[in-house]
């Protein structure tokens, strides 16, 4: 068809556009061969394990996890099944994206804005700090921070009493927390510190290390999409006598954020699929109690599945609401 | 129509190379396929030490690379003639079941799952291990039952994980694991003071203690919370290799059993008048011919590695790094668990 196609562009005239019955058949027929060619995949691959062994299956899911997961915002103990095992998992994926993508995106515009600024020293800073943050690898950050972290703090059983009932150690940090009808106040017990609420040092290693490696590209993507308004702008708005400030907020900004929203979208998804990196310092993130999971059962196809399809629907989650945010500044922007 | 051709011939040529990937590794023929290779494929762990750890060259030690090589001698006739396949927790199983490595010596626990439902055969046990902690002198934890809400670090994808949740929720007390991917993360975070103990089988515990600790003598092995069976594995579905790699670690316990060692097997075999020694020597019997192999197997084993008493002296005995006792390592006659059944 690529040779027709190409014929009657050259003879002039409008090029002949194909009989829909006939696309439609070919389309079918595609499809057809690709359903066709997976379930063949499909059950050869079953079939092949079968011959050789290997359970194969969802089944283990209801099954006893038999492994207890550090921290979760689930209550989950052991005896519980795989499903609550992931889905104690993915509550830690979630809990360490979402701050990670509200700290990336305050760090991210500060420095963005930074980039901008008139202030010698407050553009080189911002500059640096881009610079720095995106060209080491992430993993190597997660690290740093993982280890700068335990080593530099004090140990369990002697943690410093930062502020009344807040403990921090290389247990991490400890808090008072809201429990039946009252403060639950840690203390500090004979190995380390007891009640309370806390966060691990694993945790604070993922959401640091995520949200400022992602704030070095929000800052870009904010930099790039203020200055892509024309300056044009930025002189009207202040010869009709608007405040630097004022002309940022109600001129520039919005014509910004047509530009800043879409990328940004996609640095919110890298960030979440991103923490999947987490398993590297200890967090029990989903890809961590996955490969848990796979090595308990060795259902590594299984396992593989669901670490995939539930990343995909978190990215198509995060785009979603996101293209919806950006329709609305987009609309408002055109009007 | 071009296009579409062009794309019908790409997906039919897609369809044909998954074919061949999704076919099975050649199964029922892993001793022709080594012998034609020349070599074994040895999965091994990424380095534990006594059971298997590079040196600075490069060279492979311990319990499990020996036995890899008293196959090879046992098979090629050449002891060098393994590829060591470092291999960690997680990529082991799927390694074997692949067709990566033949047989997976990698300090592996032999469980009811693991050997009914991963495609595998446990061959026997060459070290019989039990999972213990590593706790802090300081911390005067004299039993694991002390541990109470303490953080403890442990490597994903082992058996220890899963102990360690059985065990403490049979005391009813509550721990919090934190969890590592890899050997070497897990425990430089408990050296770092990261978890107040760190658990794994006690032959890694020591050979953690005396190999990483800064000071060995800062830390001690509380109490044993499970038995932890330890042996190499290889794929169902080839029972003359199976039997293979079983009966060249049943010869070197034989061999111990029997006086036989490293240094006077030649002489033995030229002088011994017993008739037990003969058949394992292939002076009398021809046993190799039943495995598909030749008389000298389990001699050329011997000599390629020692019998099974002096490869646990070299590898994890008193005078290796580990200085771990025998105990339940010792022969049955000797009041261990280790028993070969009669080669003959």
Redesign the interface.
Known sequence: ???DASATRETSGPPRTRPPLFAWF?QTL?VL??VA?IA??VS??LA??R?????AGFDFLTQPA??????SWLSY???QPFWSAFLAGLANTVRVALPGIVLATLLGTVIGLGRLSRNFLLRSISTGCVELLRNVPLLVQLLMWY?AL??LLP???DAVHVAPGIFLS??GLSFPWWEAGGFDWPMA?E??V?GGASV???FLAVWMGLSTYTAAFVAETVRAGIQSVSAGQLHAAMSMGLTPRQALRYIVMPQALRVIVPSITNQYLNLTKNSSLA????Y?DLV?VA??A?????R?FECIAVIMSVYLVLSLLTSVLMNRYNARVALRGAG | ????SI??AA?IG??GL??TL???AH?GKTLDTIKQRGNINCGVSTGVAGFSAPDSQGQWSGLDADTCRALAAAVLGDAKKVNFVPLN??QR??AL?SGEVDLLARNTTWTL??DA???FHFTTVTYYDGQGFLVPKK?KVTSAKQ?????I?VQ???TN??N???Y??AQNVK????????FE??FK?FF???C?AYTTDVSGLAGLRNKEAKNPDDYMIPDLISKEPLGPLV???DDEWFADVKWVIFALIEAEENGLTQANVDEQKANSKDPVVQRILGTSEDTGKLLGLDKEWALRAIKASGNYGEIFERNVGPKSVLKLPRGANNLWSKGGLVYAPPIR
């Open positions: 068809m690529s040779v070919f595609l061969a690709l060619l063949w995949l050869n691959t092949h394990l011959e050789r062994g290997i359970r038999g492994f207890e997961i550090g921290e103990e052991s005896s280890f335990t080593e140990a369990s059983n290389k247990s017990g190995l380390n007891i691990t040092p694993e398993v590297a310092v200890g029990p961590s490969n848990t796979l090595n308990q059962t060795g590594a | 129509m071009t296009r579409i794309r019908l997906l897609a369809a998954a074919a999704a076919a099975p199964a927790a997680q199983f799927a079941q799952t693991r439902s991963l495609g911390l541990l109470k809400n303490a953080e670090c994903s994808g082992t994980e899963k360690l949740a059985d403490f929720r721990i919090k694991p934190v969890v590592f991917e890899g993360a897990s975070a770092a003071g990261r107040q794929r169902r579905g």
